[in-house]
């Protein structure tokens, strides 16, 4: 795939990316723009390489994941080398702003905060995306059968979660 | 049929909408701009070597270590001597003048050849040995 070619198959994917980005970044917008800049960049410098192995989303996806989680983990190297030269307590890394989400919008995301990695970006990956659990395991680079067994764990305690918060509003 | 897990789809999409997307020109141009992490870095892991090498070039060429703590020498006392040590050692008897006697350095000191002692050269040994000298003369005569 000629680099014409990448830009024109990133662009059309661009919205889904940038979804997937913020589901990644836990619905923060400004570094879900920044992870995707950084994937953008990989794309452009050869540090991420398509090799027609997978579909370009697959592919693209796995790309965003991987430079998110980076992202994640310097971020809190920082936060706690800052807290710790300042003698604070260790901050706890929460979810982001939300951004102007409603009020129910922010509690399905909480309740998605709530359950683990794995799980939320199974659910994210074939509820949004409407990608299949196969493909999900490829961009989460887990074995097909794990994927499943999030995506079912997932949902129950998704449903848990929500049906307790309507309990709870009722 | 519909799906069981519909609501949950429903749910789930409506929360993961991400609202308002940077467009994709912009970020694009924003990526295109940016240098690589590797090359971002580079200025910094540069600077990091330089001033490794430098720091192990003081430490080798230093003559001492800085880094390595210096032995501690005890530092020697020096030696007090009691002054009763100090009196016994100076100390002379009353009756040492007794043992001063005349020639007492013949007793002390061992001959040495082809050189008279000191005593030896005295007026007499002097004339007697002139006179040895003359009595072969004499008998020529």
């Not at chain 2, 009756?95 to 005593?119: E, F, N, R």
């Amino acid at each position: 795939m000629n680099p014409d070619e990448l830009r024109g198959a990133l662009e059309r994917l661009h919205d889904q990316s940038f979804a997937w980005a913020l589901s990644c970044c836990a619905y923060d917008h400004e570094q879900a723009r920044d992870v995707l800049q950084t994937s953008y960049l990989k794309a452009i410098s050869g540090a991420a390489r398509y090799e027609e192995r997978a579909t370009v989303k697959t592919w693209l996806f796995a790309v965003i994941r991987n430079t998110a989680a980076s992202a994640r983990r310097s971020r809190l190297v920082r936060q706690r080398l800052l807290a710790l030269w300042r003698g604070e307590p260790q901050v706890a890394v929460g979810h982001g702003p939300e951004d102007g989400a409603d009020a129910s919008t922010g509690a399905v995301r909480a309740a998605l905060a709530r359950l683990s990695p794995r799980q939320r970006e199974v659910l994210h990956l074939v509820f949004y995306q409407d990608m299949t659990i196969q493909a999900a395991s490829e961009v989460m680079g887990v074995r097909l059968g794990t994927a499943r067994q999030h995506y079912e764990r997932g949902k129950r305690a998704l449903r848990r979660q929500l049906e307790e918060r309507e309990a709870a509003y009722a | 049929m519909p799906d069981r897990d519909d609501d949950l789809r429903r749910v789930v999409r409506h929360a993961a909408a991400p609202g308002r997307v940077p467009p994709f020109g912009r970020l694009w141009a924003a990526a295109k701009r940016r240098p690589a992490t590797s090359a971002r870095r580079w200025p910094w892991i540069a600077a990091a070597a330089a001033a490794a090498a430098v720091g192990l070039v003081v430490l080798v060429r230093s003559p001492e270590p800085p880094l390595r703590a210096r032995p501690v020498l005890p530092t020697p006392n020096p030696v007090v001597v009691p002054a009763e040590v100090v009196a016994l050692t100076h100390w002379q008897g009353p009756l040492d003048v007794l043992l001063d006697t005349p020639g007492v350095d013949v007793l002390s000191a061992g001959p040495a050849i082809g050189t008279l002692p000191a005593w030896a050269s005295t007026s007499w040994m002097t004339e007697r040995r002139e006179t040895d000298d003359e009595q072969p003369i004499r008998k020529n005569n």
